[in-house]
């Protein structure tokens, strides 16, 4: 196991509704990012969290949105909720700094939107 | 932008045999790290190995070995002496960014089974 957990494991939701999803890095590791995974597809990069900033964003609309608290945790927020938004939700932690390059998954939180 | 390409969907291996899963990419930054992740169904991604583009040496980790051909822009994954707990998907990525910012680009993934 990586240390790296997620919560909830699984989540239904309504079309409309806002979702947070959590993510807790594994210890030592400064940096988080977000990853969504439809079905049939590899994980698409959503955005990072370096230091509690934003330092990265992929192609995703603004109501996908993060937060990093002092101890490296992570939240994203997804509002306004659409069908194409059920996926499996992975983040990951990893350390931003010397040669680092490994990025540890967590078990992931698949969402459903109906 | 970077990409990567799997170009098998699906593949099949008996116990105790060697496999390879294909994976070829395109970039033009000079510095680029290539990685595989298992995925089993319980969704997890889980490293398996990372070869660096400078590195000189096909990087090997236990039963998994990466066929990394820098001038054919490949780096597939063998996997040696297949076991039923191989089962699952498997990713290519590459690392697309420098310094504090880096992101992992992922293929479209390839499903092993493995029969008994």
């Known amino acids: 196991e990586t240390g790296v957990t997620q919560s909830p494991t699984h989540l239904i939701k309504t079309r409309g509704q806002q979702v947070t999803l959590r993510c807790s890095s594994q210890?030592?590791?400064?940096?988080v990012s977000w990853y969504q995974q439809a079905l049939g597809q590899g994980p698409q990069f959503i955005f990072q969290?370096?230091?509690?900033?934003?330092?990265g964003r992929g192609n995703f609309p603004p109501r996908f949105s993060g937060l990093q608290f002092p101890n490296y945790s992570s939240e994203l927020n997804v509002n306004a909720l659409e069908l194409d938004d059920s996926a499996l939700y992975l983040c990951?932690?990893?350390?931003?700094?010397?040669?680092?390059?490994?990025?540890?998954f967590g078990p992931g939180t698949r969402l459903t939107v109906t | 932008a970077q990409k990567i390409t799997q170009t098998q969907p699906g593949m099949f291996v008996q116990e105790k045999e060697a496999v390879t899963l294909d994976c070829t990419y395109d970039t033009s930054d000079p510095s680029y790290g290539l990685f595989w992740y298992k995925q089993p169904s319980s969704g997890e991604m889980i490293f398996l190995i990372y070869q660096g583009s400078y590195d000189q040496q096909n990087a090997t980790e236990g039963r998994y070995s990466l066929n990394f051909q820098k001038a054919r822009k490949s780096a597939n994954l063998v996997i040696s002496a297949s076991q039923l707990g191989d089962s699952a998907m498997y990713f290519c990525?590459?690392?697309?960014?420098?310094?504090?910012?880096?992101?992992?680009?992922f293929g479209t993934g390839t499903r092993l089974l493995v029969s008994p």
């Open positions: 969290y370096y230091r509690e900033e934003e330092n």
């Open positions: 210890s030592g590791h400064n940096t």
């Open positions: 990525a590459m690392r697309e960014g420098r310094g504090g910012f880096q992101k992992l680009v």
């Open positions: 990951a932690s990893s350390l931003a700094e010397g040669n680092s390059y490994e990025q540890y």
